[in-house]
């Protein structure tokens, strides 16, 4: 299924979240100010193909559990509005805790729908019955050099844990083309370090070019969502090897998914 025009509104405000019981202070207006951005990134800039979202379910909370790439996270805002697009659903999102160290995109993070990614925001986000984007790979998945595109990295057994512990769905989604946005050719990590970051991505045209290198490529994306996942464990089994070897599956099937996903690209920017 690709993206159709006619689809829901574009406004990331619905009954998943209520505002004023939110206990990380999204911020509503905001999140509607940004979306005709997203979506035009989404269907005119990147013109994203988007297939299985069906598999998303239409309400309750659920994991998505999603290759990272691209250097800076447009993968995650790519999800998000393929979401909103198609099912009407705004999704909430997890970041890496070194975002707190830059206050300016750690209170936008906040404001858009995002947490700190701790298990106990995770927990309460889908207690809430919220729809909770994730990258199991983590800063390592765009870290990753040119050479490495499309290879994932190895998943942390989190995600596993807690969708066993509330016994929430694990819907797995691939991202083709967001690899080549930015295509890293090196990471300057002490003047990361200066910043509160792992790393500086450097490009072919960042820092050369200055703010201009900073523009993504206008790659031609596929993203598609995988059947639902349950995850279960065994009364006789450890909870954390259960976790640890749930992870690895849904490692594979992501990658597989991914494979896939290439192979079916023609070209970089024409699709």
Excluded: C
Excluded at 55 to 82: Q, R, T
Excluded at 91 to 107: C, G, K, T
């Amino acid at each position: 299924m690709g993206v159709s025009e006619t689809t829901s509104p574009t406004t990331f405000t619905t009954a998943d979240a209520s505002p004023s019981a939110d206990p990380f202070a999204i911020d509503h207006e905001l999140r509607d100010l940004v979306a005709p951005a997203f979506r035009f990134l989404h269907e005119h800039y990147w013109r994203i193909e988007v297939t299985g979202a069906e598999h998303v379910p239409a309400e309750g909370p659920v994991l998505l559990v999603a290759n990272h790439s691209g250097a800076l996270p447009f993968d995650g805002a790519m999800i998000i509005a393929s979401i909103q697009i198609e099912r009407g659903r705004a999704v909430r999102f997890l970041y890496d805790r070194f975002i707190e160290a830059v206050p300016p995109l750690d209170a936008f993070y906040r404001k858009v729908g995002g947490a700190v990614a701790t298990r106990e925001n995770a927990q309460e986000l889908l207690r809430r019955g919220e729809p909770v984007l994730l990258f199991p790979e983590g800063i390592s998945g765009v870290a990753k050099p040119f050479s490495e595109r499309y290879r994932l990295r190895s998943f942390s057994p989190g995600f596993a844990r807690l969708a066993m512990a509330l016994g929430v769905p694990v819907v797995p989604v691939a991202v083709v083309g967001a690899e080549e946005i930015y295509p890293l050719v090196g990471r300057a990590e002490g003047v990361g370090k200066l910043l509160g970051m792992p790393y500086v991505p450097i490009t072919p045209f960042f820092p050369i070019l200055g703010l201009l290198g900073t523009l993504p490529l206008p790659t031609k994306w596929f993203m598609k969502f995988g059947k639902p996942i349950r995850l279960s464990i065994g009364d006789d089994e450890a909870k954390w090897l259960r976790a640890r070897l749930e992870a690895m599956k849904v490692r594979r099937k992501l990658q597989a998914m991914v494979t896939r996903l290439r192979q079916r690209r023609r070209s970089v920017f024409f699709g």
